[in-house]
């Protein structure tokens, strides 16, 4: 599995600054072979530590999570990960393997730093699985400009759905 993460170096280093926004990319891939997870992609933007009032910083103080003094910040991110049966190269559905799917989706969280020694995550996000998710054309052009296999079974996908989802931790 392949997995690239990059965060700019000077913004990791921002204990004494928290005023500054972290951006993040994440590519994860399964090469050299496809198969159940076999692509993702995230990019996310973290900002500064919110001092100013917000709608946004009092959606978040009226959730419990928080604490009313935590050092709290916004991220944003928009993301694509594709799920294959292990083979790829068989046009017709594999009933006893993974199905076809894509999701595309979008987040909005709030991490909130508290006294130092405890962290809190809270997301919300909006989604699409199926044809709607783009993930056949993303894995053909991937498969295209590589030279990898084709991947034939796109017509078997899940169909299109919306999704909504939260996270805490």
Do not use: C
Request: charge should be negative; aromatic fraction near 12%.
């Amino acid at each position: 599995a392949l997995l690239v993460a990059a965060t700019p170096a000077a913004a990791q280093a921002v204990e004494d600054d928290d005023s500054k926004p972290i951006f993040n990319f994440m590519l994860e891939n399964d090469f050299p072979s496809d198969g159940h997870y076999t692509s993702g992609i995230q990019f996310s933007w973290l900002t500064g530590v919110q001092k100013d009032e917000s709608w946004l910083r009092d959606v978040a103080m009226a959730m419990p999570i928080f604490d009313s003094d935590s050092k709290l910040r916004f991220e944003y991110s928009l993301g694509q990960q594709i799920y294959t049966p292990r083979e790829i190269d068989i046009s017709y559905p594999q009933p006893n393997d993974r199905p076809w799917a894509g999701w595309l989706y979008v987040n909005l969280g709030f991490v909130a730093e508290t006294g130092g020694n405890r962290l809190d995550q809270f997301q919300a996000g909006l989604g699409i699985i199926g044809p709607a998710s783009l993930a056949k054309d993303t894995q053909k052009f991937v498969h295209n400009v590589i030279g990898a296999t084709d991947p034939e079974g796109w017509n078997n996908q899940l169909k299109t759905e919306p999704t909504l989802q939260f996270t805490y931790q």
